[in-house]
């Protein structure tokens, strides 16, 4: 339809599995599921004595006819690891769409991948992603962030690392994660800042998936964009929970409508059923609705 080409593309990340690239079941298992975007995991989901065979393993699954259709990103070891060089290789090869580095402690580092890449002549659409999950990274979060006003660098998305962050620091994972909040808050600041998608960290208890929809929830309001996850029973939960709901749809509708009025369309700010809306609510609306009809599109 004419009218949907015209709208501004919507990179859904709402539900972000990893997957380990030493499980072939689970590996091939990924390409039917619902779940926005999935990570193949080189890094902590293989044991040290699995890393060569699984990057093989990963290499010829993404090769062959059971490669997903969402969003692909390979999550490698650190590049100063043993197996980091060969992993970002055998990534690029697979031509995923992004890249998910591992323990970056700096904007360093995240520019050494990129010049790595850029010796291998990759195409400027393989994207880099970074782990936030070391202490030096959490203090570092405003110059790694900003890396995301620069196309250059490849950077488009910053995931956090809760259970590397918490093992670093010594901050306890509380159910209500109110220790963490602090730090989860000024990643999804520093992300807004540099432009960047934010993903929130896992649940580690996969079975109570009623804690999972709360910690979505609370991830949602504290303004991540979406959740990585460790087991397919969390994708249709993170789904629902991400999407805007049916009443926050109705009520963007009515803030447009409102500012078509041909009484109001010159206006910096109207009342709405009792309420003040600005334009800048105008602007929200908008993008809530372009999220909208990208999840129905998804789902067809
Ligand atoms: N991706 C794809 N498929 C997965 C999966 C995942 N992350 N986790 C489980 N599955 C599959 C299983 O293979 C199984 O498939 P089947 O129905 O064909 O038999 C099905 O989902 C049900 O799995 P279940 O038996 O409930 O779980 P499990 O005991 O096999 O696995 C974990 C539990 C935690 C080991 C597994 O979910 C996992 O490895 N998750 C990812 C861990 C990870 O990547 N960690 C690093 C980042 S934090
Ligand atoms: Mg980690």
């Known amino acids: 339809m004419k009218r949907a080409m015209q709208q501004p593309t919507v990179q859904l990340r709402r539900s972000v599995l990893y997957v380990p690239a030493s499980n072939e079941k689970a590996l091939r298992k990924s390409a039917s599921l ?24 990963l290499r010829d699954f993404l090769a062959g006819k059971d490669r997903p259709g969402c969003e692909i990103v390979v ?15 055998a990534a690029r090869a697979a031509r995923p769409d992004a890249i998910l580095l591992p323990k970056v402690d700096g904007p360093k580092d995240v520019l050494e991948a990129d010049a790595a890449l850029d ?22 979060l405003g110059p790694i962030a900003e890396l995301g006003r620069d ?17 670093d620091t010594g901050i306890a994972l509380t159910p209500d994660r109110r220790h963490l909040a602090p730090f989860l808050l000024q990643m999804v600041m520093a992300c807004r800042a540099g432009g960047l998608t934010v993903l929130d960290g896992v649940s580690n208890d996969f079975r ?7 910690a979505c929830a609370e991830a949602r309001a504290m303004g991540f964009d979406g959740k990585t996850l460790i087991h397919p029973a969390q994708i249709g939960p993170a789904n629902a929970v991400f999407a805007p ?13 409102a ?38 599109e998804r789902q067809r």
């Open 34 to 57: 619902a779940c926005d975007a999935v990570i193949f995991d080189l890094e902590d989901a293989v044991a040290p004595g699995e890393k060569v065979a699984a990057r093989e393993r």
């Open 75 to 89: 999550r490698i070891n650190a590049l100063a690891s043993e197996w980091g060089t060969e992993d970002l290789l």
């Open 119 to 140: 010796e291998t002549d990759a195409p400027r659409a393989l994207k880099l992603w970074a782990m936030v999950e070391t202490p030096r990274a959490v203090l570092n």
């Open 151 to 167: 196309p250059a660098a490849r950077l488009t998305c910053l995931v956090a690392g809760t259970n590397d962050l918490a093992k």
């Open 208 to 214: 109570d998936l009623e804690a999972f929809e709360a």
């Open 245 to 257: 709901s049916p009443e926050a749809v109705a009520e963007a509708e009515a803030i447009v409508a």
């Open 259 to 296: 500012f078509a009025e041909p009484e109001n369309r010159g206006r910096g700010v109207i009342s709405l059923d009792g309420r003040m809306v600005e334009r800048l609510h105008l602007e929200m609306a908008r993008g809530l609705l372009a999220r909208a009809r990208a999840i129905t």
